[in-house]
């Protein structure tokens, strides 16, 4: 199985620490493929919001040199591992600058129908706030991506570095880990496509409607790439799900 690993810091510490932990025991369970990115090396600009992957084509992004390399190794996973530490209270700006990037793979825009099938795990370590808002930003824009299920651990080092968690808690977040990666790898393996969140749902029957009207009244002109999407999938007599 591939799996694409969007790791959202160039840090080798403890959400790494982490990460390594879940990949080896993903490793353990069968045979795994991992394809690593580090942010923000490997996505270093910030969107330029010129829409021009929103109006026209994702090939247009002035980025499209870092963004088209990442894209196809998303499009061809089987899953995908984003992980990030906590900056103030968040995901650190890389992260967002990665996901600003690919506002165009969002269901009322042009998401691919590969997306429906994927899974998806956030991991995030944190000093002592909640790792709650800091993955939350990536599970909703996953959730806009169509991804089919994504699961998420979060935890509270209390410590700058791995070694230096207390023995007792730190033997409990490697039992947790482990016992997620062994999931996650099941989960994956068994190709089962799950029933797409109320949320996924939601968005695209509200924007189908929205298109149709669009097409009828020939009104807004960003929504013509859409509109063309939409049509080569026949998403407006069928859905993605
Ligand atoms: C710039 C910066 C901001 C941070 N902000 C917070 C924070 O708001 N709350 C918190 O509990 N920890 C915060 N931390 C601590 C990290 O979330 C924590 O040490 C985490 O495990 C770091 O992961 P890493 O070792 O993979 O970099 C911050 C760390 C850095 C470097």
Known sequence: MKIVV?????????????????????????????????LPKDLPEFCAGCYLCLSDSEQKCPHAGYTLKIFADLLACDAMIFTTPVYVLQTPGAVKAFFDH??????????????????????????????????????????????????????????????????????????KLKASARRFYKEVASGKKRSPYLLTRFMFYFRRGMLKKDMSTQSDESAVADIKHWQAQNWFKSNPF
């Open 6 to 38: 969007i790791h959202g810091s160039p840090r080798k510490g403890n959400t790494y620490a982490a990460a390594q932990l879940f990949m080896n025991e993903m490793a353990q369970s069968g045979e795994v493929t991992f394809i690593e990115y580090f």
């Open 102 to 175: 690919f506002s165009w793979l969002f269901i009322v825009h042009r998401a691919p129908p590969e997306m429906f099938a994927k899974k998806s795990f956030v991991l995030s370590t944190t000093a002592g706030a909640g790792t709650g808002a800091a993955m939350k930003t990536i599970i909703t824009n996953l959730k806009f991506w169509g991804i089919n299920r994504i699961y998420s651990y979060g935890f509270a080092m209390r410590a700058i570095d791995w070694d230096a968690v207390i023995p007792k808690r730190r033997a409990k977040y490697e039992r």
